[in-house]
């Protein structure tokens, strides 16, 4: 009979334990350094910002005086690149994701499209910005307007929705697209049907990050030309226009102290906007995961 040793078994346990209490102990200063972090930004911005949050400032364009200052042309040009944005990358990245998990064959080449796309998702966005000047701004003549703008923003956060598309498809059972195809479906019925509104969930929780990303960028919009001040509203995709992240930038450079609260009242904005764009996607998410 096999002889155990039982203080050397209490020591082990012992010491596991230890070490499980100071990792415990090391990832809670981690987070409360991190909540601590955002407390005080949060703090600081609101603070500064929130006595410059009235009617005139969303009512009033861009200004050389802080107090005349306002974000009526860049937050109807965000609305305006969103609305580009969101649709030209979520149709892109989604129908690559399809062609790529559920058509495309699985060899070298396709994998090293795969891993091409995976590592563009971390290429700095002012390369994307340069991208987009060569391309849609010369090439194409499309000036720095919303649709260049839009076009150079989608291919920034494209990658990002091309990845969270192929692991929200590819984690959808198998057995589920073989009773499709069992009951007479074709392949693209099953896609259609099955596939993506199980997938949709994973799928919009990528378009979220991605959108987010969109929205506070601001490196692509000044390699690509977009003025930080204009005193009209676009009327089209080919209009100029300004942005959120352009016109906060403007005012956070400027040595002036009132225009840094104004730069923190625009960063209000900026949130809100961002957790408006949200919380529509989260809505239908959770609106498909209850389906599905």
């Known amino acids: 009979m096999r002889y ?22 090391i990832f ?11 407390g005080i930004l949060f703090y600081r911005i609101i603070s500064q910002g929130i006595g410059y949050i009235t009617p005139e400032f ?16 860049a937050l109807v040009g965000s609305i305006w690149l969103m609305c580009v944005v969101a649709p030209v990358s979520l149709i892109l990245g989604v129908g690559t994701a399809i062609y790529l998990e559920e058509y495309a064959k699985k060899n070298k080449w396709n994998d090293f499209i795969r891993m091409n796309i995976s590592n563009l998702a ?7 910005g340069l991208l987009g000047l060569t391309i849609f701004v010369r090439a194409l003549a499309l000036g720095n307007s919303i649709l260049a703008a839009g076009f150079t923003m989608s291919l920034l956060i494209l990658p990002v ?5 192929q692991e929200a498809i590819r984690a959808v059972p198998t057995e589920v697209r073989e009773a499709s195809y069992g009951m007479g479906a074709t392949k693209w019925q099953t896609i259609l049907k099955i596939v993506l509104p199980s997938a949709i969930p994973g799928i919009l ?9 969109a929205v506070g960028e601001t490196a692509p919009l000044v390699v690509i030309g977009v003025p930080v001040i204009i ?4 009327d089209g995709v080919m209009s100029q226009f300004t942005a959120l992240p352009m016109q906060i930038y403007d005012w956070a450079k400027r040595p002036q102290l009132d225009f840094q609260y104004v730069a923190s009242a625009g960063i209000l904005v900026l949130m809100m906007f961002l957790l408006i764009m949200n919380s529509i996607a989260i809505f239908i998410r959770n609106k498909f995961q209850k389906r599905y």
């Open 231 to 234: 005193h009209f509203l676009p």
């Open 122 to 128: 971390g290429v700095p966005s002012v390369v994307f």
């Open 205 to 213: 929780t990528g378009a979220i990050l991605a959108l987010s990303r």
């Open 161 to 165: 929705i091309i990845v969270a598309s």
């Open 28 to 38: 809670f200063l981690a987070t409360m350094f991190a909540l601590l972090a955002l």
């Open 58 to 73: 969303f009512n009033n364009f861009g200004s050389r005086f802080p107090e005349k200052a306002g974000i009526k042309a």
């Open 4 to 25: 155990v040793d039982h203080e050397s078994v209490i020591k082990r346990m012992t010491g596991r334990l230890t070490l499980n209490r100071i990792f415990k102990f």
